[in-house]
């Protein structure tokens, strides 16, 4: 084989290999980078927290409702989920509604984070405290006091400063949400409740 542009023999095999090398140290390269997307895709894409609308609704309630079938929420139906639209934060990436809280005033110095919930594929990303973060900010220029919830994952709301209290210690206009609830009164959810003066 003659090299065209120097005039001199050129080795086959020593071309193949070399080939064979770019072609290794290329896919090597693009390996590295899907593990990198794969590793860190949330961090490197837009991330998005804001207040809800009408047009999240049907993703919302898919992600609600992925947890409810397992009884660890409980479900929401479409209607319930648009006449407290106000009530919602949603955490968006890429343009895709990837999670969803809500808060709920219950009296004149104490609201409910509800419907806490985001899609499995996101989990442990941080969108979940930052999506009660939102709501503890929503809280506070509102004007309250305490936020509390009800909850399997006491865990996850202690890393936020929530304290486990005792759900007798929560006045008694919490309990009207719980009527509406099926597993009512043998609901073994945890009360945590956060003072957010400071
Ligand atoms: C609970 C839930 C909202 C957490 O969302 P998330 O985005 O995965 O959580 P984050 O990444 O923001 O977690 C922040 C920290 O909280 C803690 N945490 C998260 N999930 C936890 C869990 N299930 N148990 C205990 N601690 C938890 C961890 O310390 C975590 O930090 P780390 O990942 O660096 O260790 C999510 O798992 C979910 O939707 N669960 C099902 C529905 C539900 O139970 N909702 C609550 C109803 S009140």
């Not at 997307?37 to 927290?49: S, V």
């Not at 009530?87 to 990837?98: H, K, L, Q």
């Not at 809280?139 to 006091?145: D, E, F």
Request: with cysteine.
């Amino acid at each position: 084989m003659e090299n065209l542009l120097s005039g001199k023999r050129v080795i086959p095999e020593l071309v193949h290999s070399t080939v064979l090398k770019i072609i290794n140290s290329n896919s090597l390269f693009y390996n590295s980078l899907i593990l990198l997307e794969n590793k860190m895709p949330l961090q490197r894409k837009q991330k998005l927290i804001r207040k809800a609308r009408v047009d999240d609704v049907v993703v919302m309630k898919q992600i609600i409702n992925t947890y409810s079938k397992d009884e660890l929420m409980l479900a929401r139906s479409l209607s319930e989920i648009y006449e407290n639209i106000r009530d919602y934060y949603i955490c968006e990436i890429d343009g895709e509604v990837v999670g969803c809280c809500s808060l709920h005033v219950v009296w004149e110095d104490l609201a409910e984070i509800l419907a806490l919930a985001v899609n499995p594929k996101c989990a442990r990303k941080g969108i979940g405290a930052k999506l009660v973060s939102a709501c503890l900010d929503d809280a506070r220029s509102l004007g309250m006091k305490e936020v509390f919830a009800l909850t399997y994952v006491p865990g996850f709301f202690e890393t936020l400063g929530f304290k486990v209290v005792d759900k007798n210690s929560l006045p008694r206009k919490i309990w009207s949400g719980c009527l509406k609830c099926p597993k009512f009164p043998d609901c073994n959810e945890i009360a945590v409740l956060k003072s957010i003066n400071s």
